[in-house]
């Protein structure tokens, strides 16, 4: 693929719209990906290796790793990894990862989905979504909740299968139900959702015109937290319900999302 990107990319027509998958065993060689990532038609779904750049970044093992690590931070970036552990070390990786696909092409949205190990809360890969429109940061927030979802029941089910196994009894929530809602996944949507009303609360009360249109506040919101729109859209008819938010011109009680262009203050 490293081969051909470049090839691939100057064969598609100019106003045609490409997705380009990105998955590899370890990892490719960016510059030669950027010719069908700066498309401005595009969007693109990229592997980021965790685990591995985890084990081996700042070794000089992966000669790639490094390049791609080192594009959006060039001087620094050993030392900052060196200085932290954790779930700090593994946000770092990310950023890192994620500011060298969307800085170059001018991407406005990154976000991410990570995979974790089957039996382990550890990070196995990140899968970075870009795209430049509002429209594909909705749609890829609907796909990560269903992944999301699943992951937590998966994981759950055969976290609880390998401990039953070594039971001599049948255990009554052997299939992991019980485990879900404490699941990385699960944890992940639960605080996105507290974070997000948070947000879209102080959004509301900090606007300088007194009033911000629907459609000024979930891209930010979608942007950066694991939330839906249409999850976030029902909990604003909800606060506009209980007069928490103040929405003239709702169209009708059937109305469950706000339009684009409502315009929305907070005055709970």
Same mark, same amino acid.
């Given at each position: 693929?490293?081969?051909? &990107?470049?090839?691939?990319?100057?064969?598609?027509?100019?106003?045609?719209?490409?997705?380009?998958?990105?998955?590899?065993?370890?990892?490719?060689?960016?510059?030669?990906?950027?010719?069908?990532?700066?498309?401005?038609?595009?969007?693109?779904?990229?592997?980021?290796?965790?685990?591995?750049?985890?084990?081996?970044?700042?070794?000089?093992?992966?000669?790639?790793?490094? &390049?791609?690590?080192?594009?959006?931070?060039?001087?620094?970036?050993?030392?900052?990894?060196?200085?932290?552990?954790?779930?700090?070390?593994?946000?770092?990786?990310?950023?890192?990862?994620?500011?060298?696909?969307?800085?170059?092409?001018?991407?406005?949205?990154?976000?991410?989905?990570?995979?974790?190990?089957?039996?382990?809360?550890?990070?196995?890969?990140?899968?970075?979504?870009?795209?430049?429109?509002?429209?594909?940061?909705?749609?890829?927030?609907?796909?990560?909740?269903?992944?999301?979802?699943?992951?937590?029941?998966?994981?759950?089910?055969?976290? &609880?299968?390998?401990?039953?196994?070594?039971?001599?009894?049948?255990?009554?929530?052997?299939?992991?139900?019980?485990?879900?809602?404490?699941?990385?996944?699960?944890?992940?949507?639960?605080?996105?959702?507290?974070?997000?009303?948070?947000?879209?609360? &102080?959004?509301?009360?900090?606007?300088?015109?007194?009033?911000?249109?629907?459609?000024?506040?979930?891209?930010?919101?979608?942007?950066?937290?694991?939330?839906?729109?249409?999850?976030?859209?029902?909990?604003?008819?909800?606060?506009?319900?209980?007069?928490?938010?103040?929405?003239?011109?709702?169209?009708?009680?059937?109305?469950?999302?706000?339009?684009?262009?409502?315009?929305?203050?907070?005055?709970?």
């Amino acid at each position: 693929m490293e081969d051909h &990107a470049a090839a691939i990319a100057a064969s598609i027509p100019q106003q045609s719209f490409s997705f380009t998958l990105i998955d590899p065993k370890g990892f490719p060689a960016i510059g030669s990906m950027m010719p069908l990532l700066r498309r401005q038609n595009a969007e693109a779904l990229v592997n980021f290796m965790f685990d591995f750049a985890n084990r081996f970044g700042g070794t000089d093992l992966i000669p790639t790793l490094e &390049a791609w690590l080192s594009t959006s931070a060039p001087d620094d970036w050993r030392e900052r990894i060196r200085a932290v552990s954790g779930e700090q070390r593994e946000q770092l990786y990310e950023e890192l990862a994620v500011e060298a696909l969307r800085r170059t092409p001018g991407y406005v949205y990154a976000p991410v989905i990570t995979v974790d190990k089957v039996l382990h809360n550890r990070a196995l890969y990140k899968l970075i979504f870009l795209t430049r429109h509002s429209e594909g940061l909705k749609v890829y927030r609907d796909s990560e909740r269903s992944a999301l979802d699943a992951q937590a029941t998966t994981r759950s089910a055969l976290k &609880a299968k390998k401990r039953d196994a070594g039971r001599l009894m049948d255990d009554l929530f052997a299939d992991g139900s019980d485990a879900i809602p404490n699941d990385r996944s699960t944890q992940v949507v639960r605080r996105s959702e507290a974070e997000a009303l948070r947000r879209l609360q &102080a959004m509301l009360t900090n606007a300088s015109s007194g009033f911000c249109t629907w459609k000024e506040c979930w891209p930010m919101i979608l942007a950066e937290l694991s939330v839906t729109h249409s999850w976030l859209g029902r909990q604003v008819n909800d606060l506009r319900k209980a007069g928490q938010i103040s929405a003239p011109g709702w169209p009708s009680e059937r109305t469950q999302i706000p339009r684009d262009e409502q315009r929305l203050k907070w005055s709970g």
